[in-house]
């Protein structure tokens, strides 16, 4: 073999990227569903092995009561936007509401706008929606817009299915499976139990991630969901949730979620200056979300600096399109974790960081709700070579 230049081995490690990337694109029908599946596993393996301690059950049953709640949580969520999208319907049926709409959001773009507004598009006294050329756009668009959100429907439905069956069985044979997935680096004992950390602090990194900022979103949700309430906005609650869904998303998540109750209010209200004051409200709670609660909760698991970030939003959406933006932090955060684990690797770790890690200071977890991997009830460690039960299943 010939000696490797530094241009050659940076030349491999590029192409050896880019082949990782393809081969993550061509595989997003399996890779998506099984990460995705891994991410759930990590959330609810704390809560399954609670539950079977608590109540003494099988641990096959106590998977399939987690499982069933989430699918419960989320068809509670689904049942809140169908019953939106049916109000939206019911009330897009009656004409007059149509028309009594139509005329509010003409006095507010009236009021707003630098130039006349256009007496074809926008009459100022319709009698008939007929009318409005606007509305005959929409009419035009509607039937695309729906056949293109009833197939993306179904696609969602037997991903989520799909998703579901895997978290199932990799929850309930998550022991194994991790033993396994140790054993792969080799025969040797210690490396085994390192590999073993290795993948245990990762899943404590992902989880800690996960279900702090699903209490914050929460949160979140209800304090802007009162505020879209006092305010008037006639989906309030649909608004609050799907900021709760889409602040998931760093940076980009809360200005999408901005969009709909900003027209919603300026649509709905008589007055245009009262959605400005909505934005105001809205990104006080957000800066205050960001700059203050999430630090304090998540502390230093999630301390990745904005550079980072940003790359990752920009990375993962080109390997797998908007699913790549709600799995990019749980993603980077187990590969922080992975990287500060393996000495050779750290300096990776601490460029990812926005502060500096000390060598003998492992990353801390602050108000973890469940029990970290490994840890006992006194907070002693296992043996050499060994993991706890519970540590293996939460996996």
């Not at 590969?335 to 990812?352: C, Q």
Request: overall charge neutral; charged content about 15%; glycine content about 6%.
């Amino acid at each position: 073999m010939f000696p490797l230049t530094t241009a050659g081995r940076i030349g491999i490690s590029i192409g050896l990227l880019l082949a990782g990337v393809i081969a993550l694109r061509l595989a997003e029908a399996v890779v998506v569903p099984l990460l995705v599946a891994l991410l759930l596993a990590t959330v609810l393996g704390p809560a399954a092995a609670w539950l079977q301690e608590k109540t003494k059950i099988q641990w096959s049953a106590a998977c399939v009561v987690v499982i069933l709640t989430l699918v419960l949580f989320n068809l509670l969520i689904f049942f809140v936007f169908s019953g939106s999208v049916l109000r939206v319907v019911t009330r897009m049926s009656d004409e007059a509401k149509i028309i009594d709409t139509y005329k509010k959001l003409r006095n507010n773009l009236e009021k707003v706008s630098p130039v006349p507004l256009d007496e074809e598009s926008f009459p100022r006294n319709p009698v008939a929606i007929r009318e409005i050329q606007v509305f005959q756009y929409l009419n035009t668009w509607a039937p695309s817009i729906l056949r293109e959100i009833s197939m993306y429907s179904a696609n969602w439905a037997w991903q989520v299915i799909l998703i579901l069956f895997t978290t199932f069985f990799v929850l309930l044979e998550g022991k194994m499976l991790a033993r396994r997935f140790a054993a792969i680096f080799g025969p040797s004992p210690e490396v085994q139990a390192k590999a073993t950390e290795v993948l245990l602090e990762m899943a404590m990194q992902v989880r800690t991630y996960l279900v702090w900022r699903t209490i914050v979103n929460l949160g979140l949700a209800v304090v802007m969901g009162v505020i879209f309430q006092m305010f008037g906005l006639s989906q309030a609650w649909t608004w609050a949730i799907l900021l709760a869904i889409l602040n998931y998303i760093p940076y980009f998540g809360p200005v999408l979620a901005a969009v709909p109750p900003f027209l919603d209010a300026f649509i709905s209200t008589e007055h245009p200056a009262v959605p400005i004051v909505i934005m105001i409200l809205y990104w006080v709670v957000i800066l205050v979300e960001g700059w203050l609660i999430v630090p304090l909760l998540m502390g230093r698991n999630m301390d990745l600096n904005a550079t980072t970030v940003m790359l990752a939003c920009l990375f993962w959406p080109l390997v797998w399109g908007p699913t790549g933006l709600f799995l990019a932090m749980p993603i980077m955060a187990g590969i922080k974790a992975v990287l500060h684990h393996v000495p050779g690797w750290r300096v990776w770790a601490d460029l990812m960081s926005s502060t500096d890690f000390k060598d003998d200071e492992p990353p801390t977890s602050p108000l973890l709700p469940f029990p970290g991997p490994g840890d006992s009830a006194n907070g002693t460690p296992p043996a050499h070579g060994q993991s706890s039960e519970t540590g293996i299943r939460e996996v």
